[in-house]
């Protein structure tokens, strides 16, 4: 099978703090672009919330506080610089980013950006973690379920730069639904950003596990669907609250092709060949052939767990 080539890179960023400005971060994003350009890359992927510290992790009661982490227009005057480059270079990216819009909805946004600097696709966040609560006792925050709403439109796939991307967002990577309907959309590439942290407010984590799930999910979700993943994370200690690294680009195969070294500003690159997807999705994942949706029924009607199917310990009939 022919290979089909495709420059593929992920630029990771360190931390980004409170007091950082935007035009401090995209000046960061303008640079790991230059070296995404050098390398051959056709696109790049960007962090999520690339544009300003993770600001879930604090509670913010003041209105105006809290719209000054979020974008009124994208690009803007101070990310207009990263679009001017993307066109200049001819490489495309998805960056994510807080977005308010005219109507006072605010989403987890990550973006799809072309070659020439033109917007092709638009996605918002829709598995929020953690609590939208106060919760002053623990060591950090995590508000995702305060400050955004969930993405009102979908999980969705865009053809362009000759091929199809999908795109998702850092806690999307744990729900296998994400992965299998944008696979359903035949992508051959899926990008996301992530932000996690490192600590488990909740009880005490091992913290070897959070590189694991993390790793594990994307690995599978990329062999699952037969396609490439990119995913881009914000790292290190923002005002000393630590998130993990581990920006990996990952083959159909589910190997790990590049791993990011570092927990500053890093770009990993492949040359993905996306002729790969073509032998998964043929053979061992040819969806057409081999899925069975008649019995993944429940995956729909149920939000929650709840009963077996199979009836109960002293059941008469037929196990
Ligand atoms: N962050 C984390 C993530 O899903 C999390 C939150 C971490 C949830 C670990 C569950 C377990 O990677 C974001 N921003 O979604």
């Given at each position: 099978m ?5 420059g ?20 960061r994003?303008?640079?790991?672009m ?11 992927v960007f962090p999520e919330?690339?544009?300003t ?16 982490f ?8 101070q990310?207009r610089a990263?679009?001017e ?6 490489i495309g ?15 987890n946004?990550?973006?799809?950006v ?8 638009r996605?918002r ?6 609590h939208?609560d106060h919760?002053p ?6 508000l ?5 709403q969930?993405?009102d ?5 865009w053809?362009?730069?000759?091929t199809r ?5 850092c ?10 309907v944008?696979g ?5 590439i899926?990008?996301l ?8 407010i909740?009880?005490?984590e ?10 594990l ?6 062999y699952?669907n037969a ?8 790292a ?7 998130m ?6 990952i ?5 790990i092709?590049?791993?990011?070294q ?26 057409a052939?081999?899925?069975?949706p ?18 109960g ?5 037929t196990p």
């Open positions: 022919a290979a089909r080539g495709f593929l890179a992920v630029a990771q960023m360190g931390p980004v703090h409170r007091a950082d400005t935007r035009a401090a971060a995209v000046a994003l303008v640079a790991l230059q070296e995404a350009a050098q390398r051959g890359a056709r696109l790049v919330l690339a544009l510290t993770f600001f879930p992790r604090y509670w913010i009661d003041s209105a105006d506080e809290l719209d000054a979020f974008e009124r227009a994208m690009p803007g005057p990310t990263l679009f480059t993307a066109a200049r270079l001819r990216f998805t960056l994510g980013y807080a977005e308010l819009t005219e109507r006072g909805e605010r989403f946004t990550q973006i799809l072309d070659d020439s600097g033109r917007i092709v696709g996605y966040k829709i598995h929020l973690p953690g939208a919760k006792a623990a060591p950090f925050q995590h995702e379920k305060r400050y955004f969930v993405g439109e979908g999980f969705r796939v053809q362009t730069m000759q991307i999908g795109m998702c967002i806690n999307d990577r744990r729900w296998p639904e994400t992965f299998r944008l359903l959309q035949s992508a051959e899926v990008t950003g992530f932000s996690t942290p490192s600590v488990n909740h009880w005490h091992p913290p070897h596990l959070r590189m694991f799930h993390h790793l999910t994307l690995q599978s979700g990329a699952q396609l490439w993943v990119a995913a881009a994370a914000k290190g200690f923002e005002d000393g609250f630590h993990i690294g581990g920006s990996v680009i083959s159909p195969s589910g190997e092709m590049a791993q990011s570092s927990e500053d500003d890093e770009l990993i690159f492949v040359n993905a060949d996306l002729a790969l997807g073509d032998r998964f999705r043929q053979n061992v994942f040819n969806f052939k081999h899925r069975r008649e019995h993944y029924r429940m995956i729909i009607e149920r939000t929650g767990a709840g009963e077996p199917l199979g009836g310990q002293n059941a008469q009939e």
